[in-house]
Structure formats: C-alpha cells, structure tokens
C-alpha cells in the first residue's frame, strides 16, 4: 500500500523517468519529421526486430527480457527511491549527452529493445555520434571508442548481462576510473535506460504471442496491459507515417 501511496505522489516524477524515456520519447520522434538521412545505414524508418526469437525444430521462442507485475514495480521503488539522485544525473550534465547516449546503447545492445535501439540511435547521432561508434556499441566491440569511455560501456554491458545486479568489484572500478558523481550517473542512465528496454521488449512479447511464438518467463495480462497502454499507440502511429 505505501509503494502505491508513493506512485501516485511521485506521478509526474515517473512521467518523466518512464513515460518520456519509453513511449513517450518515441511518439516524440514518430511525430516529428524524420530525417533519415542522417545515417542510412544506422537509422531505418523503422524499429528492426532483430534477435526475436530462437527457433528450436518447428517451435519459435521469444526470448527477450520482459517485465512482469512484480519485476516492474521493484524497479519502480527502486527508481522512486533514488529519484533526487536521477534527477540530479538528468539536470547536472556531468555526462555529456552523446556519452550518455552510447552508455544506454551498450545496456540496449545486450537487451536487444529494438524501439529503444532506434530511438538511441536518432538521439545518438544527433548528439554527434558517428555511425561507426553506433554499429561498434551495437555489436558491443568497444575497442575502437573513446579510451575514457570504454569502462563505462563495459560497465554498461555488465550491468544488463547481470541483470541490474553489478558486481561489487564492476563498481569499484568505475568509481575509481570515474569518481563517485560520475559512476552514480553512468549507473542511473543504466537503470532508466532499463526501464525502456523492458517495457519495449514487453510491448514486442505480446505481439509475438498474438503470432504464435512462445514467450519464455513473461506474463500474458502484464503484456497486454503494457501493449494497450504503449503498444497500440505506437502502431498506430507507424501506421500515420508509414
């Protein structure tokens, strides 16, 4: 009952961390003119469904992280109990847009969120990303960026392989190469970059279901709950500019 108490209170603060960073931001940019050629190799126009399923004999599975009830509302006491220190990360700049920008691209990369993978990808070339950079953190070969930048991105890959569950010693390491500021905004762009990549991939499970494939570890009414809050809005809107 208080983690609802505190959704409801902190309603504009989760407007602005979940709605904006998911189906938000994307309707922004679907409405807008896309340019697409400013990369016509990275930006298609159109979210790519790459990775969806694995298909083992004559069965399809998606295999793509979700979110259940119970898993999204851990996140969201977690993001509403850190939301001073993410707003804080969102408004200091400490971490340059198109820094920021390809650390949420490292965690999409692993997550495999084709929405966010395209959003990420405007957003980044526009925040002076070359394609390179974009295709490396994509295949998650980050040996050819910036020297200064490769820990966070391996930290960034980590924190999503693990499941938002870091090793201490990850930690360690990024606050020693980074400070503890920093580290702690590299670590909040890595949960709220999450938070998108999880509800996209949920809109994505409930399609698939709708087409037959298998879902494994989902939930069939948090999916369609998610698809018609987010899901369906979206489509349509591809459909306008379609």
Known sequence: ????????????????????????QL???????????????????????RNK????????????????????MKNMQNIIGNQEKIMNTMKSKRISSDFSERIMLAVTAVN??????????????????TDEEI???LDLDFLGLKRDEIPALAFAQHFAESKENPSKKAIKNIVKVYGIQKAEDIINYCKMI??????????????????GTQVINGS???????????????????????
């Not at 602005?16 to 998911?22: S, V």
């Open 220 to 242: 069939l009414f948090f999916e369609f709950l998610v698809y018609m809050v987010g899901g369906l809005p979206t489509k349509i809107l591809f459909s306008k500019i379609a």
């Open 135 to 137: 295709k490396n953190i």
């Open 112 to 129: 495999g969120c084709r929405y966010c993978e395209w959003g990420h990808t405007k957003m980044a070339i526009e925040s002076g990303c």
């Open 53 to 72: 399923s694995l298909i083992y004999g004559s069965n399809h599975f998606f295999t793509k992280r979700t979110f259940n009830f119970r898993s999204f």
């Open 27 to 49: 309707s922004a940019f679907l409405m807008n003119e896309i340019d697409v050629s400013l990369s016509t190799d990275c930006l298609t126009n159109e979210p790519m469904n």
């Open 194 to 211: 999450t938070v998108g990549n999880l509800l996209g991939n949920t809109v994505d499970a409930f399609d698939s279901r709708m087409n």
């Open 1 to 24: 009952m208080k983690l609802i108490k505190n959704l409801y209170y902190d309603y504009y603060f989760l407007e602005k961390i979940i709605y904006f960073y998911t189906f938000n």
